[in-house]
């Protein structure tokens, strides 16, 4: 937790790229049949330090389609990366800045 309050700007990229890392590896479990065991672990990753890049896939994944220009994988990968990098990074610096300590 120190790691996050320090350098939250390190650590912000890092949680965001494990988090969709889990949901990727979340669906690929649930498509092959996956045990509980395994999907346990990452659901808990992704609803408690990860829960900002979590909204942040969610967002887009609601927006994604509503709008006719808004089509294709790799935009909304694109999308979805960014707004979870952009949360995650949010709430890093505004714990930073509420547990005293000071982010750059």
Do not use: E, H, N, Y
Not at 8 to 33: E, K, N, R, W
Not at 86 to 92: A, G, I
């Amino acid at each position: 937790m120190k790691f996050i309050t320090r350098q939250p700007l390190i650590a912000a990229p890092i949680v965001t790229l494990i988090s969709l890392m889990s949901g990727g590896g979340m669906v690929v479990m649930a498509d092959f049949g996956g045990s509980l065991w395994g999907f346990l672990p990452l659901f808990v990753w992704l609803g408690t330090i990860g829960l900002p890049s979590t909204v942040g896939v969610v967002i887009a994944a609601t927006c994604w389609g509503r709008v006719p220009a808004m089509t294709g994988f790799l935009p909304f990968a694109a999308l979805a990366a960014a707004l979870a990098l952009t949360l995650q990074t949010s709430f890093f610096v505004m714990f930073s800045k509420a547990s005293g300590r000071r982010a750059p």
